[in-house]
């Protein structure tokens, strides 16, 4: 196999030019002495860096001895067709390139030896030169060079690689003494010339190479014959204490050593073998270090077989920090949270089984207004998906296509306001407030104020307390469920229970069912047995129950109201004692209910996710927002289903339930929760359920939405890559093996066979995969298993691909003739997406307006070129393509422009009516689409928390690290965030600050962590483009113009600042 070996990192190989003042050695006095005139053309030696000295005479011999002080440009020994000698015996020869054989067509041979004295090299040692003019294999030129004593040092080597063209000949060294210095790290390239048998030594004797050891910042090469010795020096030094546990093993070179065995731990008696080293590095970099711990090692110096054992040696690490805990501070956000929303949008409520839509209001269609009482209170414990249940053989039991939304049909308490005779049917509010623990309905009837405050209580009662100014009768109408074209019959029930002072619905009957496409059969409706129990604080009178001709129910009953107030219930349940009893415990305190529930939203919002503030109040409100609708779509079945994981749902209009798609979010985002047992498990594991149903060999789950006894189908089949990534967050957040283990035994039966694609995610869910198999102790071979299913050696290739593919400039996976999909910039997130790349990708397409995918300052689907052919026009912006392609932007390091595109959509998208809004699209007429509660969009708490903050950490591995890699905007002056994290079980908060500021052309940043209890501390500022002028000089690199990183250990407290300015 032909071999290639490249030049270190420092050089760039270029062929030498000719050096139009080069003087030719011809030998003409006969000593063959460097120093003497007639050796050389013109009688005149070289004696200056811009002359060269040409060896182009065949056959001469040139010395340089102990009395020589040579200084030239280019030395070049066996030149054009030449085949010369030459001896350095002492004193010093200073060249910028020095070529033991410079080649062309001609071909060429030199051999030099060195057996004492300097020789430097400016440039580079070429052994030999070989130049791209030669294309006949018969003369290839060889150059070898003999060191023996002395010294040669050089900024880059070449040894040729017996090849045809540049770079090529037959190149060789031998080392038997005297050394070899070269510039930067070239261990590599170096120990391959030696594995290749271009350099060589005597018998008896070892070449022993090493990095920034023998000479600082320098690769050094040198031939030993003695002894094995004793590793020595070692740094901390034996015995240290108060050692800062970040830190480098080091102790000095062994001459003669071909590697050492490295024994490092905490039992005195027998520290633990940690690692081979090569002989290049003698160096060990373990894990960060525990607090107040004495660690001992011992290096073993190898020569082959032979084996020196050292010395043991300790040291012990500082204390552990003392850590001043730190909560944030408490505010109410339910009132925070407080927005008008009559004519906008319409009511929504979430208990745990019970959701409210007051009124329907869709953005699409004002269909329906709130009015006093309940309009769409309604039952959910994910038993159906719709309007009824059948048994499937693909979707199981449960499922329907076509009933989504029919809670519509569940109209319970439409309130007539009855004021001196004359009927108020439904009225309007004239203001309607939402909160996440309740909503406000203001109304003027015939000129009495009339106030309600409806809530669910937290045993899923819904209620509604309604005060008038002035004595009023109120009649409340309703209706058990039936829906035209399919209800197919009915058997509800409707009566007065006068003991409980209740109506009492049952509902029964056969609803058509359409459980997979195509499909329409009939089946029992969801709420089939179940009773509904509608009560008052005061008698229920007038009662009135008709039954229509298809069998639907319809009552009404009357009930007085006036400022002492007026409360209903309404509940539900399979059971009707349970919901009797369910509705008189909120009937007995109804305020004392309410504030229960204010207290309890509010402590979610406190106390279980990060606190966050900034510059910019818009951004706060949409934050919180987008989390309290999380919260509160969090649905718990395990009193009634034992082992079943509690998990957020999706919307509440169309799409109740965990779904697979919008889960690859909702997942990462409960992954910041406090109480990660009940608010992230669920989200990843509830799908183990659907195992049994897979397609193991593409890795698959039969659907993209489940109940406990249902699915959606095959139809609707789709991986659950994305989800891997989300359990490696949780499980670095948490610590919980446990539940590592279970994630992982699912994801390992699903993925064996197959990981699915994903926009190049499977590459990061290997890793996690091979990451999950590492900690829970599998073997090797189960850990590279996840690398070779998703072809990692063909990664390259992949990505060289899919990099403008048929065409397409500065696009990532498209195809010619085919509309350009936002889905190209979800790429951006892997690992490794290369930068230059991804600033392209977003310089062309995310920021062109007129072909590409900038919609007034957002991100829409589609780009602007391809739009027209776009059936559905409706989704046009959504928050899927703006959480993964601007997260991706922030993961490759675009952090201007994600910065430039989150602000602007979440301003744009989730503030366009000046209040927090939640759509599930906006069209191409920059309208709402969609409900404006949508879960969909929490993905967009990670562009802050991940994104703009730069927060991540992890409690696992040596004490955990928590890392602060800000972005923050260049319009704000501040932004902070108080971080819940896992401490011995325990939750703990650590606050973090970013401040920045701007004055006479400078740039001032602040960071600031408090209360953190990890070992290591990551804190990395965005440097904006701009030059560090100042800041710490323990930075652990520089790359500019992106970062400047700065890593601490036993840090509970610490802060910096830097300085930035312009080019």
């Known amino acids: 196999m032909k071999k290639s070996y490249h030049l270190c990192p420092r050089a760039t190989k270029t062929a030498t030019p000719e050096n139009q003042a080069d003087l030719s050695f011809i030998g003409g006095a006969g000593d063959s002495l460097w120093t003497t005139p007639e050796n050389w053309e013109s009688n005149t030696v070289p004696d200056n860096n811009s002359t060269g000295a040409a060896f182009n005479v065949d056959q001469t011999h040139v010395i340089l001895d102990a009395a020589t002080s040579a200084l030239c440009q280019g030395f070049m020994l066996g030149m054009y067709g030449a085949a010369n000698t030459g001896e350095f015996h002492g004193g010093t020869l200073d060249c910028t390139w020095l070529d033991i054989g410079r080649i062309n067509a001609n071909g060429g041979m030199g051999t030099f030896t060195v057996s004492g004295g300097t020789v430097t090299v400016q440039n580079i040692l070429s052994i030999p030169n070989q130049l791209d003019s030669l294309v006949d294999p018969d003369n290839m030129g060889t150059g070898h060079v003999d060191l023996l004593g002395g010294s040669i040092e050089c900024s880059s080597l070449l040894i040729g690689n017996r090849q045809v063209g540049q770079g090529g000949g037959i190149g060789t060294l031998r080392v038997t003494g005297g050394t070899l210095i070269v510039e ?38 040198v031939s030993y014959s003695g002894p094995l010795g004793q590793a020595q020096s ?71 077989a032979e084996q020196v054992t050292g010395q043991l040696w300790s040291f012990t690490t500082q204390a552990a920090p003392v850590i001043e805990e730190v909560v944030p501070p408490v505010t109410d956000y339910c009132a925070m949270l407080s927005q008008e929303i009559q004519g906008k949008k319409h009511g929504f409520l979430a208990g745990n089984k019970t959701n409210y839509i007051g009124g329907f209001m869709p953005s ?39 009933g989504w939304e029919f809670y519509k049909e569940t109209k319970v308490a439409y309130g007539t306001v009855i004021i001196n005779g004359d009927h108020y049917e439904n009225p309007v509010p004239t203001a309607m407030y939402w909160r996440p623990d309740y909503m406000v309905c203001e109304y003027s009837v015939g000129g009495v104020a009339i106030r309600e405050e409806k809530f669910i209580a937290r045993n899923d009662t819904a209620c509604s307390i309604i005060t008038s100014d002035e004595p009023v009768t109120i009649e409340f109408s309703g209706q058990s469920f039936y829906k035209e074209n399919v209800t197919q019959s009915t058997t509800a029930t409707c009566t007065l229970d ?22 329409v059969r009939p089946g029992p409706i969801m709420y089939d047995g179940m009773s509904t129990i509608i009560s008052a604080s005061k008698p229920l009178e007038d009662f009135k129950n008709t039954t229509e001709s298809t069998g639907q129910q319809l009552y009404s009953f009357t009930v007085s109201c006036d400022s002492a107030g007026l409360s209903l219930v309404w509940a539900m349940n399979d059971d009707s004692a349970t919901a009797i009893g369910e509705a008189q415990v909120v009937l007995a305190a109804p305020k004392a209910e309410l504030q229960a529930k204010t207290e309890y939203m509010n402590d979610l919002l406190n106390n279980q996710i990060p606190y966050f503030r900034c510059s910019d109040q818009d951004i706060v409100a949409v934050y919180y927002y987008l989390w ?46 406090a109480d990660k047992d009940y608010y992230a498990y669920g989200n990843v594991l509830t799908w183990k359920p659907l195992l049994e149903h897979a397609n193991l060999e593409n890795g698959t789950i039969p659907g993209d939405n489940l109940g406990p006894t249902w699915r959606s189908g095959s139809d609707l089949s789709g991986g659950l890559t994305r989800h891997v990534l989300s359990s490696w967050k949780i499980y670095e957040h948490s610590g919980d093996l ?77 195809t010619a003739g085919e509309p350009l999909h936002w889905t190209t910039f979800a790429y951006l997130a892997m690992d490794d997406f290369p930068q230059q790349w991804a600033r392209d990708m977003v310089e062309t397409w995310a920021m062109d307006s007129v072909d590409g995918f900038n919609a007034q300052g957002q991100m829409s689907t589609v780009a602007a070129k391809d739009w027209d052919q776009i059936p559905n026009k409706n989704f046009f912006i959504t928050p899927d393509t703006n959480y993964f392609g601007l997260y ?50 929490v993905g967009k708490i990670l562009l802050i928390l991940e994104g703009m903050l730069g927060l991540s950490y992890s409690v696992t591995g040596s004490g955990g690290v928590f890392t602060l890699k800000e972005t923050i905007p260049t319009e704000w002056s501040y932004m902070e965030s108080y971080v819940p994290v896992t401490v011995d079980g325990q939750t703990k908060w650590t606050h973090v600050r970013v401040d920045r500021s701007e004055a006479d052309g400078v740039v001032t940043k602040d960071l600031v962590v408090r209360s953190n209890y990890q070992r290591v501390l990551n804190l990395s500022p965005w440097l904006e483009g701009k030059r560090l002028s100042s800041g710490p000089a323990d930075s652990t690199s520089t790359n500019s113009p992106d970062r400047v990183d700065y890593q601490y250990w036993g840090k509970g407290t610490h802060s910096i600042r830097i300085e930035l300015t312009a080019d």
């Open 364 to 402: 699409w269609s004002q269909s329906e207004d709130e009015t006093i009482g309940f309009t769409h209170p309604f039952h959910n414990d994910l038993r159906s998906r719709g309007y009824g249940m059948v048994q499937d053989s693909d979707t199981g039991y449960g499922h329907d296509l076509t």
């Open 628 to 673: 309290a609708l999380y919260l509160m779509y969090y649905i718990d079945l395990s009193d009634d289903l034992g082992e079943y994981f509690a998990h957020t749902q999706s919307a509440v209009n169309n799409f109740l339930g965990l779904h697979r798609y919008d889960s690859t979010f909702q997942s990462d985002v409960g992954a910041w929760i």
């Open 234 to 304: 070692p740094s901390p030094e034996n015995s240290a204490t108060e050692v800062y546990g970040i830190l480098k093993l080091n102790w000095d070179v062994v001459p003669a050593a071909t590697g050492y065995n490295l024994y490092f731990g905490t039992d005195s008696s027998a520290p633990s073998f940690a690692a081979s080293i090569p002989a290049t590095h003698p160096s060990f970099i373990p894990d960060p270090l525990d607090y107040n711990t004495t660690y001992y090692w011992r290096v073993d110096s190898l020569r082959n």
């Open 888 to 937: 991706g932007m922030y993961k490759s390091g675009i952090y201007d422009r994600a910065n430039f595109l989150t602000l602007n959509h979440l301003k744009d998208y989730n503030m366009q009516w000046g209040v927090p809004c939640a759509p599930e699209a906006v069209n191409e007429n920059y309208e709402f689409h969609g409900d404006q509660y949508s879960n969909f969009n």
């Open 184 to 221: 930067g790290d070239c261990i590599d390239q170096i120990q391959g010339y030696i594995d290749a048998g271009y350099i060589t030594s005597d018998e008896g004797r070892v070449l022993v190479l090493d990095y920034n050891a023998t000479n600082s910042g320098k690769t050094t090469l």
């Open 498 to 519: 006068i003991a409980n002072n209740a109506v009492h619905v049952v509902e029964g009957g056969v609803n058509l069912v359409e459980p997979v496409r195509d499909d």
């Open 738 to 814: 446990n539940f590592l283990s279970e994630a992982y035994g699912f994801f390992r039966a699903l993925m064996w066979n197959s990981t699915p694609g994903f926009w190049g995610y499977k590459y990061g869910a290997a890793t996690c995969l091979s990451l999950m198999a590492t900690e829970l102790g599998y073997g090797q071979e189960e850990i590279d298993h996840w690398d070779e299913m998703v072809n990692r050696d063909g990664y390259e290739n992949w990505l060289n691909n899919m990099w403008e593919k048929d065409g397409i400039e500065h696009y990532f996976g498209g």
